[in-house]
Nanobody, 125 residues
Framework: QVQLVESGGGLVQPGGSLRLSCAAS????????IAWFRQAPGKSREGVSC????????YYADSLKGRFTISKDNDKNTVFLEMNSLKPDDTAVYYC??????????????????WGQGTQVTVSS
């Protein structure tokens, strides 16, 4: 069974850090592009970051550059999203998703066909 499971979300104070994990089962992550999306209440789903399936080329939304880092551990079949200097605007449900060959460098939800259940990130004092 093909599955993605996110973990690592929680409540953190502004300026804090979290590390999200996206563990894959039923398929090998190395052959897939993996993206992180987030959706805040009342807002549309937003592409946060992605890492390509071959050379590990990464993309970040402009507003997140320098604060978020995506990485992949092929031995653990897991992708990580390190989030630093968190702000209240980062509060959202974070999802990871997989696809073979996205046509766009920017992660677009319709191109990704396998999704995790999401993990809540809340940034608040």
């Amino acid at each position: 069974q093909v599955q993605l499971v996110e973990s690592g979300g929680g409540l953190v104070q502004p300026g804090g850090s979290l590390r999200l994990s996206c563990a894959a089962s039923g398929f090998t992550l190395d052959y897939y592009a993996i993206a992180w999306f987030r959706q805040a209440p009342g807002k549309s789903r937003e592409g946060v970051s992605c890492i390509s399936n071959r050379h590990g080329v990464t993309y970040y939304a402009d507003s997140l550059k320098g604060r978020f880092t995506i990485s992949k551990d092929n031995d653990k079949n897991t992708v990580f999203l390190e989030m630093n200097s968190l702000k209240p605007d980062d509060t959202a449900v974070y999802y990871c998703a997989a696809t073979h060959e996205p046509k766009n460098r920017v992660p677009l939800a319709y191109e990704y066909d396998t999704w995790g259940q999401g993990t809540q990130v809340t940034v608040s004092s």
